[in-house]
Nanobody
Framework: QVHLVESGGGLVQPGGSLKLSCAAS????????MSWYRQDSGKQREMVAT???????NYADSVKGRFTISRDNAKNTVYLQMDSLKPEDTSVYYC??????????????WGQGTQVTVSS
């Protein structure tokens, strides 16, 4: 079981920046991928950015060139650097982790979410 805790959300003006962090604690054999999702009220959760165990990254078209996902394996932490923020980036951001346990079975975990509000 892995517990994910996000931090770094808040209120920022359009054009500003925020950096989200997601710290993982618990027991697992390996990490397959870490992702950031976001979800607006009444809408489906959408993938924002993913980083695989090999370091390959993937981004939603709406955030390409503005957001950067990275990780610190030693700290079991994944980050989302968000630059040039727009009002439409306002959402609750969730961290997601895909793991292998010690029986090499895949499982996933979600964080509790952190609110990002982009407004003047």
């Amino acid at each position: 079981q892995v517990h994910l805790v996000e931090s770094g959300g808040g209120l920022v003006q359009p054009g500003g920046s925020l950096k989200l962090s997601c710290a993982a604690s618990g027991s697992f054999f390996s990490v397959s991928a870490m992702s950031w999702y976001r979800q607006d009220s009444g809408k489906q959760r959408e993938m924002v950015a993913t980083i695989t165990s090999g370091g390959t990254t993937n981004y939603a078209d709406s955030v390409k060139g503005r957001f950067t996902i990275s990780r610190d394996n030693a700290k079991n932490t994944v980050y989302l650097q968000m630059d040039s923020l727009k009002p439409e980036d306002t959402s609750v951001y969730y961290c997601h982790g895909q793991y292998l346990d010690y029986d090499l079975l895949s499982f996933s975990s979600w964080g509790q979410g952190t609110q990002v509000t982009v407004s003047s």
